[in-house]
């Protein structure tokens, strides 16, 4: 029997590098707003997991967090920099998984930069709390799968294939090298 992927009529993969990937990065993550942070990955055990949300995705493609210095994430980090990002922003695309270094920083202008005031949930002493730390992920690759045209395209390419007996979806998805 043939795999799903060689009865699709049209292209549903395509892989993404460089300026490409970025942009498909900053697109699905925005998307998503949030994701699960995902440390301790080379260890052997159960890795680690937290959601967790980006303050800012520069034109890089970099990653930039705000996290507490006594956190376990962070003594994670400090002994594993792998970290893997896994993002989800709709029930049927919007998929994003990223895997990549992580490094962490006290620089306090950047601190400043990424800070917003609901952080204060976490970090009570507001912006000049010592316990604010910047964590910089860079990814360096992952895999995604989205819709080419949008849900509404991708609902009636399925709903048109379920009428007829056959595969037809808007589905896109590949590896992203950075």
Not at 149 to 176: C, M, P
Request: proline share 4%; net charge negative; glycine share 6%.
């Amino acid at each position: 029997m043939d795999s799903i992927n060689q009865q699709q009529p049209e292209e549903n993969r395509r892989d993404l590098n460089d300026q490409a990937a970025i942009e498909k990065i900053k697109e699905l993550a925005k998307k998503a707003e949030s994701c699960f942070f995902c440390t301790r990955i080379q260890s052997g055990s159960p890795f680690e997991t937290r959601p967790m949300s980006p303050q800012k995705i520069d034109d890089s493609g970099i990653f930039w967090f705000l996290s507490a210095s006594d956190s376990h994430k962070n003594a994670e980090i400090q002994n594993d920099e792998k970290v893997q990002l896994l993002f989800q922003g709709g029930p049927h695309s919007d998929f994003l998984n990223l895997y990549g270094k992580a490094s962490i920083s006290t620089d306090k202008a950047l601190i400043k930069e990424l800070w917003d005031p609901i952080l204060k949930v976490w970090f009570t002493a507001g912006i000049d709390d010592p316990r604010i730390t910047v964590i910089r992920f860079e990814p360096e690759e992952g895999y995604y799968w989205d819709t080419k045209h949008g849900t509404a395209v991708a609902f009636i390419k399925q709903l048109a294939g379920a009428a007829i007996g056959k595969t037809i979806d808007d589905s896109i998805e590949g590896e992203i090298k950075v």
